[in-house]
């Protein structure tokens, strides 16, 4: 089967083919030659196999006691599915917004997740002076306490 013929029959694109091939789940048999370069060629078995299995597959994940997040749903495709195994395992091993407060020094990423903002705008904020942080080793760091001065409402006399 050539490439563009996988990609129809496990209903992904061909991009998705390669990652396949990349990741050493599908192997190529050989090259076909054509007008623009080579097409990759697969074993017939070895993509129903391959598809069976990922029809196969379902994950249950069970959330950190501190997340209130539930999932166990089936997703049918492997692209998908592989997106949300990892969106799930950063969200269990992530810290929480408690844990983050707790630090002395927080990084831009880890004060974007307590403030809700992009990291890029509390970049723009560090560089303005709106925010008070220190650079240290190249990479912004700013306190829990600095972040509470900011953006807390101020209190009516």
């Not at 089967?1 to 998705?16: D, I, N, Q, S």
């Not at 190529?28 to 097409?39: L, S």
């Not at 903002?117 to 650079?135: C, P």
Request: charged residues 30%; proline residues 3%; without cysteine.
């Amino acid at each position: 089967m050539k490439k563009r013929e996988v990609a129809e029959f496990l209903g992904v694109t061909e991009k998705a083919v390669e990652n396949y091939v990349n990741r050493s789940q599908l192997k190529v048999v050989g090259y076909e030659k054509a007008r623009r370069g080579k097409v990759s060629l697969f074993d017939r078995a070895e993509v129903e196999n391959f598809k069976r299995q990922r029809e196969q597959v379902a994950y249950s994940v069970t959330p950190a006691k501190s997340q209130a997040l539930t999932l166990t749903d089936v997703v049918k495709s492997n692209d998908v599915r592989a997106f949300l195994v990892e969106a799930i395992r950063e969200a269990i091993n992530a810290p929480t917004i408690e844990q983050l407060q707790s630090k002395t020094l927080l990084a831009v990423d880890e004060a974007s997740k307590v403030t809700g903002l992009t990291a890029y705008t509390l970049r723009r904020m560090l560089q303005s002076g709106e925010i008070k942080g220190e650079k240290i080793g190249g990479a912004w760091r700013i306190t829990p306490e600095a972040l509470r001065r900011r953006f807390e409402k101020p209190k009516k006399s």
